[in-house]
């Protein structure tokens, strides 16, 4: 249970993100988390519906932690938690609450925050599983609503809030845009580190990098012809290393992949596809590191964290040309049209045929990434919560 009152005003936290392991939102809750506890303005008490992954690591910046056991998160969230945030009200220990993960409790007894990452449970539904929409859809338009402040991760995900929940953003200044920080693991390769790692992987030569769910919002299936396309006009092409687990309708892809690697097999071809699966952070890191080119031409994205992560690590991107990801490049990659593979080929036969444009542009990613900074996302953020409290 949480301890005697704090000095600072307590902000409870739903850390239902941080219960499997962290992707996506759950990095998103994790670092921001970090550097909030970090400053000491704010008091924090990280609440769940079963124990966070990283307790031990968030205890140790001061972060009170507490579950209250129940099957499903959403459950929890809906009538465990207005009941823990009441009693905390009563007794003076919470003042408000924090949800990173899109809505509110339906009765939320405090002041609370919501960040929204994208809207994609209502623009495109087909990418998420049943229990991810019905978790979300039923509250997201109330939460927004209730919300004393709503934060959007980029200004492209804001544009969407505004357009399809105008009567929840009448004050403009209840909307506010704070953009993800980039980890400092996220960094260039040094002297012979990007050989070593290759070498390591078996593509002495190079490789293409795509990293992130593998499921069709990523255009994953995109990034397969396209390099196919690639090989099969220049067999010394680089190799293909996609990292990052399956996810929802992945099948057809899986599929797929394991028919390219089954042709290589009989035909007697050299290996050039690795399908990694999740990696860990630092693992993530040393790929981005010694890759070629980084190919990340998703569909929609609320923010786009890979092609930052990409760019920190001094790595030329080829991205999409809308939702969020244009705002997160800027001019320090290539955008193409997601659906059209043929753009994604153009794209990666550009750059591996000019090494002055990939490290011209590997140049400025470097530099871009430097404006993604989880403190500077956290300052941002304790002064969304202290005029939610106001």
């Known amino acids: 249970m949480a301890g005697p009152r704090p000095s600072h005003p307590t902000v409870a936290v739903d850390l239902r993100a941080l219960v499997p392991e962290a992707t996506g939102i759950g990095v998103y809750t994790r670092e921001l988390l970090r550097g909030l506890a970090g400053r000491g303005g704010f008091s924090y008490l990280g609440l769940a519906h ?14 009170r932690l507490e579950h209250q056991p129940s099957p499903l998160g959403v459950l929890w969230q809906q009538l465990s938690l207005p009941r823990r945030l ?9 003042d408000l609450l924090w949800s990173p993960l899109q809505t ?9 925050v919501v960040t929204v990452h994208d809207l994609t ?3 495109m539904p087909e990418a998420h599983r049943s229990k991810v ?18 934060v959007a991760v980029s200004a492209a995900t804001a ?3 505004r357009f399809h929940f105008p009567e929840a953003f009448r004050d403009p200044a209840k909307l506010r845009v704070i953009h993800h920080g980039v980890a400092p693991v996220f960094r260039p390769a040094v002297a ?9 992987l078996g593509f002495p030569r190079g490789y293409l990098l795509y990293a992130g769910t593998l499921e069709p919002r990523k255009n994953v299936e995109g990034v397969l012809e396209a390099w196919l396309a690639l090989r099969s006009s220049d067999p010394a092409a680089p190799a293909l290393v996609l990292a990052g687990g399956y996810g929802w309708r992945s099948r057809p892809l899986m599929r797929r992949i394991e028919a390219v690697v089954r ?33 990340y031409p998703s569909f929609y994205e609320g923010f786009g964290m890979p092609v930052a992560e990409a760019m920190a690590s001094g790595v030329p991107v080829i991205t999409s040309d809308r939702s969020s990801l244009p705002e997160v490049a800027g001019e320090a990659a290539l955008q193409v049209r997601p659906e059209d593979p043929a753009q994604v080929l153009g794209a990666l036969v550009k750059l591996l045929a000019n090494p002055a444009l990939a490290q011209d542009l590997a140049q400025k990613g470097l530099e871009r990434a430097r404006t993604f900074r989880w403190e500077k996302a956290a300052t941002e953020m304790e002064e969304v919560f202290r005029e939610a409290l106001e």
């Open 86 to 94: 009441a009693r905390g009200r009563d007794r003076g220990e919470i």
């Open 104 to 112: 509110l409790p339906a009765r939320c007894p405090v002041p609370a």
């Open 263 to 295: 042709a290589d097999v009989a035909a007697g071809r050299e290996r050039s596809l690795a399908v990694l699966g999740r990696v860990a952070e630092g693992e993530l890191a040393r790929l981005y590191r010694a890759a070629t080119v980084f190919v």
């Open 159 to 161: 544009n969407d809030l």
């Open 192 to 200: 012979d580190e990007r050989e070593s790692i290759r070498r390591e």
């Open 50 to 63: 079963r124990e966070p992954r990283g307790a031990i690591d968030l205890a140790a910046l001061g972060v």
């Open 133 to 150: 929409r019905w978790s979300q859809v039923p509250f997201l338009e109330r939460s927004l609503v209730a919300a004393r402040r709503v």
């Open 121 to 123: 449970v209502l623009l």
